[in-house]
T-cell receptor
Framework: NAGVTQTPKFQVLKTGQSMTLQCAQDMNHNSMYWYRQDPGMGLRLIYYSASEGTTDKGEVPNGYNVSRLNKREFSLRLESAAPSQTSVYFC?????????????FGPGTRLTVL | KNQVEQSPQSLIILEGKNCTLQCNYTVSPFSNLRWYKQDTGRGPVSLTIMTFSENTKSNGRYTATLDADTKQSSLHITASQLSDSASYICVVSANDMRFGAGTRLTVKP
C-alpha cells in the first residue's frame, strides 16, 4: 500500500494564480483532512471530509475550496493564491474503525506564492 | 495562545544520550494525546497514542507519559540515534485535534 500520496511535491505560484493540490489514499479510510504547517506553529486544519460526499470547514478555511471526488481522493483548491498561503500542505486520512482515530499523513506539498 | 505548548523549541544532543521533550496542554475535554515524529520533508508519523486512563506508553526507545491532572505529557528518548533527528509533535484530541508547534531534535555524532 502506498498510504497517503500527494501531488505535486513542490509548487511556485504568482499571486492571483490558481491551482489544485491532489491527495489520494489506498487504505479505504472514510475521513480525509487538509492541513497547513507554518514555521513556529502547529498544523492547522483547513478542511475535512468525514465521509464521501461531505466536507466541512476547519480552523483556517478562507481562500480554499475542497472536493471529495470519491472515497480515495480529496483535493484542495486555491482559486486566487496569496503570499499568505505560502506553506507546507499535508493531507491525512483516518478510518472510523480506528479506536483512536489515528491519522496517517501524506508527504506534503511545499507551496510558495510570490 | 496555542492550547498545546511544547518545550524546548529545539534541542541538540549527542548520539547515545537520553532526552525528554515536554508538552503542556489546556485542551478540554480531553480524549487522547499523541506524539508524532516528523522527519524533514516528510509527513508526521505516529509514535504513541494515550487515552485519559493511560499514564505511560512505550514504542521501542520512545516512552511517553501522561499526567491528565496537571495536563502534562513527556516523550523520553533513550539511547538516541542519528535517525532520531526530527521534529516531535504533541497532538491533543478533544472535539478536534490540536497540534503543538513541535520540538526540533538534532542528534549529533
Amino acid at each position: 500500500n502506498a498510504g497517503v500520496t500527494q501531488t505535486p511535491k513542490f509548487q511556485v505560484l504568482k499571486t492571483g494564480q490558481s491551482m489544485t493540490l491532489q491527495c489520494a489514499q489506498d487504505m479505504n479510510h472514510n475521513s480525509m483532512y487538509w492541513y497547513r504547517q507554518d514555521p513556529g506553529m502547529g498544523l492547522r486544519l483547513i478542511y475535512y471530509s468525514a465521509s464521501e460526499g461531505t466536507t466541512d470547514k476547519g480552523e483556517v478555511p478562507n481562500g480554499y475550496n475542497v472536493s471529495r471526488l470519491n472515497k480515495r481522493e480529496f483535493s484542495l483548491r486555491l482559486e486566487s493564491a496569496a503570499p499568505s498561503q505560502t506553506s507546507v500542505y499535508f493531507c491525512a486520512s483516518t478510518s472510523l474503525a480506528s479506536s483512536y482515530n489515528e491519522q496517517f499523513f501524506g508527504p506534503g506539498t511545499r507551496l510558495t506564492v510570490l | 495562545k496555542n492550547q498545546v505548548e511544547q518545550s524546548p523549541q529545539s534541542l541538540i544532543i549527542l548520539e547515545g544520550k537520553n532526552c525528554t521533550l515536554q508538552c503542556n496542554y489546556t485542551v478540554s475535554p480531553f480524549s487522547n494525546l499523541r506524539w508524532y515524529k516528523q522527519d524533514t520533508g516528510r509527513g508526521p508519523v505516529s509514535l504513541t497514542i494515550m487515552t485519559f486512563s493511560e499514564n505511560t506508553k512505550s514504542n521501542g526507545r520512545y516512552t511517553a507519559t501522561l499526567d491528565a491532572d496537571t495536563k502534562q505529557s513527556s516523550l523520553h528518548i533513550t539511547a538516541s540515534q542519528l535517525s532520531d533527528s526530527a521534529s516531535y509533535i504533541c497532538v491533543v484530541s478533544a472535539n478536534d485535534m490540536r497540534f503543538g508547534a513541535g520540538t526540533r531534535l538534532t542528534v549529533k555524532p
